[in-house]
Each structure stands twice: as C-alpha cells, then as structure tokens.
C-alpha cells in the first residue's frame, strides 16, 4: 500500500498502527505535543550509511554523518544560498576589512538537549578539536585561531584573509566542550532531534527535541535508515516502508515519477563525479600518463547509458554555480592516441590500476571505466571497500584510482580546490607549487573578481595535469511520498528535517 493511500485510511486503522512502529510516513493517536492526539513518525532511507556521530573527526565530511550532524547539532550559520548565509547559532556576525577577523554573536538562551547552555567556550572548544583531530574538515582552519569574547561572543583569525570562512563553516557543528568525557554513544547537541538509537552502518533514530531554540520539529520520531541494496531501497519507498530517498539509479527514476502518490525531483547540487589517480603511485606520476588514461574512456556514452536523466559531461573540477567555476577544453575519447601516449611513456602493462569505490551505484560506472581501459591493454580491477576501509585506505593514498562524487560547500571553491588540492592537504599524491600559490592567494583576497580568476587559474593546472578525471555534473534526484510536507531540496546535498511534517494535504 502506498503511503498517500495508507494516509487515507489513517482514521480508521490508528490502532492496528500503534502496533507497527516506525514506518514510512505515518500519523497515529498518540497524545503528540506538535498536533494535539497527532504523533508524526518519518523513516527515511539515506543514500549513505551513517557510520560515526562525531562531527569533526576522521569521518567529519562524509555524507552520513553530516546528515546525522544537521539533525542532532547546530553550527554557527547555514547556506540560503550562493554566498548567502543566514545565523544559526550566530544571530549576527561582522568581518574586519580584510576578512582576517570574524565576530559572530551567539542566539541568547540556546541550550543544548540537556539543558546545559550553549556558550562561547563551546564553540571555541568544538573549534580547537575539529583542528587537533586534524580530520578532512581541518584543512580548513588551517592558521586560524578561536577565542571567547564574553559568554555570547565568539572571535575566529586567520594569519591572513578568509574571505570563504563562512562557506567552511556550514559544516562546522558545535558540541558541548566536555563531550570528549561524556562519550559519542549518546551525544549531546543543540539541534531538532535527540538520539533515540543508532546501530553503525544501519539506522539512526531520533526523537525531536522539545528545547530546541527555533521550536520542536514537527515530527516526533525520525528513522535514517541504510538501505544499500538499490531494488529493496525502491521497494521500501514503494510500499510506504519509507516516505524519503534520493540519489537512485537513473533507469528507476519513470518507475517512481509514474507513481501517482510519489513526488520525483531533482537537485542541481554542484556535485561532480571525480575520479582521482594516485600521482605517488607506481605508474602515475607523470601527467601525460595520467592524461592518456582519461582519453581512452568514452565517459560521453557511459552517461548517456548510465545517467540519462542526472548526468552530463564535466567540463571542469567544480560545479558550474561554485564560485571559481571555470570551463575547460574537454578531453576527447580516443583510444588510439591514449594507447600511443601509454606506449611512448613505458606503461607497464603487467600493472593492475587499483580502482577502490565505496557505494554500490559506482559499480556498474568502474566496470564501464574498467571495460574500456581493458580495450588498450590496461589491467584494472575495481574493489568495492566498506565505507571506513573506504576512508582509511583514501587518506592513506593505499589506492591508484578512486571514485567519489565530491560537492563545495558553501559554493566557493576555497572549500574544494582549497581545501583538496594543496601540497600539505596529501588527499591526492600530487603536489605542486604553483598550485598551492594560485590557491593560497585565492584564499586570501575579499575581492571577488581576483578570487574568480586565480580559481580560475588553478582548476586549468589541476585539469591539464590530469589530476583526477573528472567525467560528469551530477543532479541529485530526490523521491518523497506526497504526504511528506515542508521537505526542501537541500542546496549543500544534505537534508533537513527540523520542519518536515505529514500531512493530508498532498502537495
């Protein structure tokens, strides 16, 4: 039964539903503080497993545990739009000339779901650790310094301008300072839900949290689930198991939008599928060799036969509404020349490339890549990786080629090509001087059309170097029950509950 028919007939089965649990998108009697006899319960199927709680370690940036972060913590400020922010925690915020100093003024009465005040020395003390951990968010704050000016105010400076700081932090949360003590099985925020349950890799639920500053969310119970299996995920969203899910294969999307209780909408996030090879790997320190592999794959009609309705050929490393967006010379399939290139540069072809990915929709996407390198003579063998393993052996460079679909945060490229691509940053093996100046000056200056331009500069080095392919824009598509109200497509990819209700009133 699907969830808008299951709506229907609410009424009449509220008692057999309270025997149920948590399913898709429900309303049963229940006493609810939000509507009267009304309880709202929401399972949602993410498109990434939620491994880890903490939100500023090792696993910080990853997908899962950024949407587990929104719902449980706050940060400072959030994105509205490209290069517009609204307060969260921050009511306000002023910049000093240069943008090398930042004030932000803390909400007045915040607390965190135990009650305890969320202060200055909780910001600062969140700061200091996302640096100490030193996880992939750190690079951010490289150089910069926190410190508490009175209980409400806090001060972040960097050596020099940072015109982007706000961008970065959208995905800075705050955490009570003594966290570390209290332990992550049951964290302590400041967010619209509270931690019901979490088992690792398989569901998070949560309870909305009734001393939440902007009002207790809408619905009373939230279930993220990991669905990983793409026909049981279909299925659960079908039958009203589920009431949200996103980043579906292509080929599901007529099924879904057919569907007369499903809504089908798709997000033009910025995504980029990018492929980065391991330029300190046997093989592939030299550009032209790294170059040779991305002509012999014919990414145009991969797309065309994987991604007809959320895919288009790249033709840059970021997202065309980033800021520092810059469009690039294609690299034209040709098979013939890439193998003459591999040739001249004494490839061996005894070598297997290790292609590590982590999520099952890359699987028939490396096979292709693998298929066609095949046609010249190039061993490869993709290996599908847990999604720690997947982290650990990235950071680690223990890999030759690696598949992931990389998004900017706060559209500026500060918080991508700034952030990935520097010498200290050791994400990709390459390493480059020119590079790292282009960047560091681009991270430097508050003038925007001088930002642009060495953006600009610095994703023709990373493109012409071959640093990674970078084969496809991404539209994210997103597949909710009708019932599902007040949900919004998410501009950073990672969405938010804190109003989403379930309501009659099908839109």
Not at 184 to 196: A, C, I, R, T
Not at 347 to 365: A, H
Request: glycine share 8%; charged share 20%.
């Amino acid at each position: 039964m699907t969830l808008q028919r299951r709506m229907r007939t609410e009424v009449l089965a509220a008692a057999a539903l309270a025997l149920v649990g948590l399913v898709g998108c429900t309303t049963t009697s229940g006493g609810s503080e939000n509507g009267g006899d009304v309880a709202q319960e929401l399972a949602v199927a993410v498109q990434f497993p939620i491994e880890n709680l903490d939100p500023h370690g090792a696993s910080a940036m990853d997908n899962g545990t950024q949407i587990a972060a929104k719902a449980i913590f706050s940060p400072l400020v959030r994105i509205v739009g490209k290069s517009q922010f609204e307060g969260v925690l921050a009511e306000s915020w002023q910049t000093n000339a240069d943008a090398s100093e930042w004030t932000f003024n803390l909400r007045d009465n915040v607390t965190f779901s135990d009650g305890s005040p969320v202060t200055g020395a909780d910001v600062v003390a969140s700061f200091n650790r996302v640096v100490k951990l030193a996880g992939p968010m750190a690079v951010n704050f490289k150089d910069h310094q926190a410190r508490v000016d009175g209980t409400d105010t806090v001060v972040i400076t960097g050596k020099g301008p940072d015109p982007a700081l706000l961008g970065k932090l959208i995905t800075f949360y705050v955490t009570p300072a003594n966290q570390d003590k209290a332990g992550w099985e049951k964290p302590v925020g400041s967010g619209p839900f509270v931690l019901q349950q979490f088992a690792p890799g398989q569901n998070l639920v949560l309870g909305a949290n009734p001393k939440y500053w902007a009002g207790k969310p809408q619905l009373d119970r939230l279930e993220l689930r990991s669905i990983q299996e793409i026909s049981a995920r279909m299925t659960a969203l079908k039958t009203g198991e589920v009431g949200l899910t996103w980043a579906m294969p292509d080929d599901q999307i007529p099924a879904l939008r057919s569907d007369p209780d499903l809504a089908v909408e798709k997000l033009d996030g910025g995504a980029v599928v990018t492929m980065w090879m391991n330029s300190s790997a046997k093989g592939l320190t030299s550009p032209a060799v790294r170059r040779a592999l991305w002509q012999a794959v014919d990414f145009e009609t991969i797309i065309k036969s994987l991604y007809p309705e959320t895919g288009t050929l790249a033709n840059s490393v970021i997202g065309t509404n980033v800021l520092g967006y810059a469009p690039q010379t294609p690299v034209k399939y040709d098979p013939v020349a890439a193998k003459a290139a591999l040739d001249a540069a004494g490839w061996d072809y005894g070598q297997t490339i290790r292609f590590q990915f982590s999520q099952p929709q890359f699987q028939q996407f490396t096979d292709a890549v693998a298929s066609d390198l095949a046609k010249i003579g190039v061993k490869v063998d993709p290996t599908q990786k847990e999604s720690a393993v997947f982290l650990q052996d990235l950071l680690a460079l223990n890999w030759d080629l690696n598949i992931q679909q990389l998004g900017t945060a706060g559209f500026d490229a500060a918080t991508n090509l700034g952030r990935l691509y520097t010498c200290a940053a050791k994400r990709t093996g390459y390493c480059n001087a020119e590079l790292d100046n282009l960047l560091t000056q681009a991270g430097s200056t508050s003038d925007t059309a001088k930002r642009q331009d060495l953006y600009a500069q610095a994703s023709k080095i990373i493109w012409d170097d071959a640093v990674g392919m970078y084969p496809m824009f991404v539209q994210i598509p997103y597949a909710r029950s009708k019932a599902l109200q007040d949900f919004t497509l998410p501009m950073d990819g990672v969405p938010d509950f804190a109003k989403v209700r379930i309501g009659s009133d099908a839109r």
